[in-house]
């Protein structure tokens, strides 16, 4: 089975189910298919509903309104109507994915949220807890009282059984085990013995694929969503290396469960893990960054990203919650993300991201450089790696100068300053300076998220032009240094923000006159 070059994942919620005014017709239950077809994402995973209530038939598992008689949220009467409507034409959700996914060529691999800890009666509670939920949940206080706990048989015969409705019923190209929706199986202190448990529940899933696999003259491959930090993973009972040692997945996707996207290398244990097995490893990014132009990441920084991807042993991308319905820039996106060999000269942003979590606490990131404060006889030295055959650009005369861009948040102009890129002299009086006092990031946070830069302020962008032979392919050193401050301006100085922007010669219209801020992928 060759592995996916792109996976797009639509939750068959947010993108697909609510959007549906009732009532649901067969072209609308395909569209999860055909936004994708012809684009570079070969692979669909589709979510199965809620944590553990379904969108599709299911005769094992609750689906959605099954026991209830009114709804006071109006997605979820939307949703309900569309199993309604769906069971009117004889077919679901999955069952007309599934279908239209044989038909035009995309694999379509739904995905199983393994936990889920809605209360019992609640509704998105599924079957199993309306039995004796006390016997099979975690049952400490706080959001885990009523999560499943897979030291039991009964929670893994009931996620097997979904499965193996799935196999036999539907006949999709694989399944999905989605770790992520929320990373928490065990009791506390309970996690090291539970791990085989969990290594063994994997395992279970392997045989069950394969037994219904045999049975129908194919095989479904089995895959997994965990997280990009290896000790989360650890320490919440996933022994992914074992998994990958015994053959029981077919591919890993590490989620980043970072708040920012940023297009520097990324942990390497999983590819490591991988290397030696036939096991394809993929990585799904944030979509937020932190940039004065875009909120989200634009097409030169999603390049150099999936090549920063390609040079670390990465199979590839693991992408959705794109805007809908997609439009050009997204379906371009679809197209390069899956093949970056045709984007090996094609202009790419490499930028660095501040440090996550609340001001002046312990960060969440303490891997990222900046911010970077410019204090008087100090040098701020920072590190920007590139993916790109610079040299082979150059031999062939198609790099053209790149551009290195500083953002000095509350520069002050009485300052004197030093500048230099990989030990080459930057003069100020040659950098195209803008300067802005009222600056406000667009980037979206909710919730807890936060970051360790201002979201508004007063800045600096210093662009400096590059000769293409100053760049050097892997680690390029940039240096900032603080000669002189004028001490009546006590106000702290940072450096906020580095982007090397690789530009080449290549196959692109003439620009016109109406140049605007980089538009976002994503909102």
């Known amino acids: 089975m060759a592995h996916p070059r792109f996976i797009y994942y639509n939750d068959a919620h947010h993108f697909h189910a609510k959007r549906i005014e009732p009532p649901a017709s067969e072209h609308m239950l395909q569209w999860p298919v055909d936004e994708l077809a012809g684009t570079g994402a070969d692979t669909l995973v589709l979510g199965l509903g809620y944590g553990d209530v379904y969108f ?3 005769k094992v598992g609750r689906v959605v309104g099954q026991g209830q008689t009114s709804w006071g949220n109006y997605i979820d009467w939307r949703i309900m109507r569309m199993v309604e409507e769906a069971r009117r034409l004889g077919t679901d959700q999955l069952r007309t994915v599934v279908e239209r996914g044989r038909e035009l060529g995309t694999r379509v691999v739904p995905s199983l949220k393994l936990q889920d800890p809605a209360a019992p009666g609640s509704d998105r ?11 099979i949940c975690i049952g400490e206080e ?63 899933v392997r045989r069950l694929a394969d037994e219904v696999g045999e049975k129908k003259g194919r095989r479904f491959s089995v895959s997994a969503r965990v997280s990009l930090d290896e000790e989360r993973n650890r320490s919440s009972g996933l022994d992914v290396g074992a998994w990958i040692r015994s053959g029981h997945v077919d591919w890993v996707c590490a989620q980043d469960e970072r708040v920012l996207t940023d297009t520097q290398p990324k942990p390497s244990w999983l590819p490591d893990l991988a290397a030696d097995s036939n096991t394809a490893t993929y990585y799904r990014p944030p979509r937020r960054v932190y940039h004065e132009a875009t909120g989200f990441l634009h097409i030169e920084m999603s390049r150099a990203l999936r090549h920063t991807l390609l040079s670390g042993g990465w199979n590839g991308l693991y992408h959705g919650y794109m805007p809908w319905p997609l439009a050009d820039e997204q379906y371009q996106f679809l197209r390069e993300m899956a093949y970056p060999e045709t984007t090996c000269r094609r202009d790419k942003r490499y930028f660095l991201q501040p440090r996550e979590g609340a001001m002046d606490t312990p960060t969440s990131t303490p891997d990222r450089q900046l911010p970077i404060p410019l204090e008087p006889g100090t040098k701020a030295t920072v590190q920007i790696q590139i993916a790109d055959d610079v040299e082979s650009a150059r031999q062939d005369g198609e790099m053209k100068a790149a551009e290195l861009t500083l953002r000095i948040q509350q520069m002050c102009a009485d300052d004197e300053m030093s500048f230099r890129f990989n030990d080459q002299a930057l003069h100020l009086e040659t950098a195209d300076i803008t300067d802005e006092r009222a600056v406000t990031m667009p980037v979206r946070l909710y919730g807890a998220q936060s ?18 032979e100053w760049i050097l392919p892997g680690i390029n050193t940039v240096e900032v240094e603080m000669v002189n401050r004028d001490e009546r301006a006590t106000f702290s100085r940072e450096l906020n923000g580095v982007e090397l922007y690789l530009r080449y010669r290549d196959m692109q219209r003439p620009h016109g006159l109406g140049s605007s801020r980089l538009s976002p992928l994503t909102t």
Do not use: C, N
Request: no cysteine; aromatic share 14%; proline share 5%.
């Open 56 to 58: 599709h038939d299911s």
């Open 125 to 135: 509670a599924g079957l199993l807890k309306q039995g004796s939920p006390e016997g």
């Open 142 to 204: 706080g959001r885990y009282l009523w999560g499943y706990d897979f030291m039991h048989d009964a929670v893994h015969e009931d996620k097997l059984a979904v499965l193996r409705e799935i196999f036999e019923d539907y006949g999709p190209d694989g399944i999905e085990l989605d770790f992520m929706f929320d990373l928490r199986f065990f009791k506390t202190g309970e996690v090291e013995q539970g791990t085989p448990r969990m290594t063994q529940f994997v395992a279970e």
């Open 451 to 468: 970051v360790q830069a201002p979201l508004a302020g007063a800045f600096h962008w210093l662009r400096f032009r590059l000769p293409a």
